[in-house]
């Protein structure tokens, strides 16, 4: 059986999806730090990149794609939405099947075609 969120949680969901640039922001510890790759001496100077950690829910998100902090602050926010919106996506219910009887036919058929392999595999016994 699977477990549904309450309607508490669905509303959180769905209010951190809803929220401005700056709300969100608001609701994030943003570090910065020296990224790597390429972008010369400014990137390997300046701080650049930037991480955003969504204190509610505990998603990271971090991203030193441009060379501009405020322009990877703004990648990062987008990535953090898109993250969000998946956590507030219900997962489908899980249709169990079962196996079919052909492919069960077909799986005891190579066991025993494999036990008979190492059957004649094996060292004759003194008795024979």
């Not at 510890?29 to 204190?55: D, M, Y």
């Amino acid at each position: 059986m699977q477990a549904t969120p309450s309607g508490e949680e669905e509303a959180a969901k769905i209010h951190y999806i809803s929220l401005s640039d700056k709300d969100l922001l608001s609701e994030c510890a943003v570090e910065t730090f020296r990224s790597s790759g390429p972008g010369g001496q400014n990137v390997n100077k300046r701080e650049t990149a930037v991480r955003l950690r969504h204190r509610p829910t505990g998603i990271v998100v971090s991203c030193q794609d441009e060379r501009s902090q405020l322009r990877n602050k703004q990648i990062a926010l987008t990535q953090l939405r898109r993250k969000l919106e998946n956590l507030s996506r219900p997962t489908p219910p899980r249709i169990p099947t079962s196996v079919p009887r052909s492919v069960r036919r077909r799986i005891l058929d190579y066991k025993k075609r494999r036990a008979l392999k190492k059957r004649l595999r094996r060292k004759p016994d003194a008795e024979e």
